[in-house]
């Protein structure tokens, strides 16, 4: 049996319920990567173009801080990797996660949390941030926090 690390980002609370539900489902451990400077609302408007999450989104070789480096990555096997879906894709403070620990060797379950969006670019840009010896799987999108007897059948059908 594989040991599984639920981590996540979550700006508004949304993705945290989200995680701890995967984690409480796949019996993972859960961690949360937090900005070293932690995101206000004016920093999350996305109607103003020079918003902190606006500027940092058109940039895509931005890599915002996390608070610290000490996610468990090593003693797991599989991690579920959530995020809220920013402009289309994951937050570039998951590249800086993603940058910040050696994942060769493990698998990575993407899901995200969204009002409207699927993954559209997240997988293709978190990509550039893990080793070719890292599964990176594109998961599931979760639109409100699902009941828990689809998240049980979405966690059942990966395998682990």
């Not at 480096?69 to 599989?78: C, F, G, L, M, T």
């Not at 800086?96 to 993954?119: H, M, N, P, Q, V």
């Amino acid at each position: 049996m594989s040991k599984i690390l639920a981590a996540y980002f979550s700006a508004s609370g949304v993705t945290a319920d989200a995680a701890k539900k995967v984690a409480e489902i796949a019996g993972a451990d859960l961690y949360e990567i937090r900005p070293e400077v932690p995101y206000t609302q004016a920093d999350l408007n996305w109607q103003d173009k020079n918003s902190r999450s606006s500027v940092e989104m058109k940039d895509k070789s931005s890599r915002p801080k996390i608070a610290d480096k000490n996610a468990p990555v090593a003693d797991h096997d599989v991690i579920f990797l959530g995020f809220p879906i920013w402009w289309y894709t994951a937050p570039t403070i998951i590249n800086t996660f993603l940058e910040s620990y050696d994942f060769s060797g493990k698998r990575i379950i993407l899901f995200a949390t969204s009002g409207s969006s699927g993954f559209e670019n997240s997988l293709h840009d978190l990509k550039v941030s893990v080793s070719s010896e890292t599964a990176l799987e594109e998961g599931i999108v979760v639109h409100g926090i699902q009941n828990s007897d689809a998240w049980k059948k979405w966690i059942i059908s990966l395998e682990m």
